[in-house]
């Protein structure tokens, strides 16, 4: 488990190379990554693809990577939940 000022040093990394690039393509490795989305994978890849990054936030131990597709509110928090 990394700690936390490793976790700031990627943050600081991602707000650098990620906030405000556009999501070019999206790949889903396992069908668990998607559960949660109750359109369904294709729903998913679809909403993220073309998305752009509008910060990189952490929470304790979390990265969370807001996206808006665009003048859009940014997307809900669960599809971009990374740990």
């Known amino acids: ?3 936390l000022p490793e976790v700031e040093v990627v943050r600081r990394g991602l ?3 990620l906030v405000g690039r556009s999501v070019v393509t999206v790949e889903v490795l396992h069908p668990r990554a ?3 989305h109750a359109a369904g994978e294709a729903d998913l890849i ?3 693809t073309g998305a752009t990054v509008e910060s990189a ?3 304790g131990k979390f990265l969370w990577l807001p ?3 665009g003048g859009a509110p ?3 928090r669960s599809w971009c939940t990374w740990a």
Do not use: C, S, T, Y
């Open 57 to 59: 936030q952490r929470r």
């Open 15 to 17: 707000v650098d190379h």
């Open 46 to 48: 679809g909403q993220i």
């Open 1 to 3: 488990m990394p700690e």
């Open 67 to 69: 996206l808006a597709r």
């Open 34 to 36: 998607a559960r949660r």
């Open 74 to 76: 940014p997307m809900p």
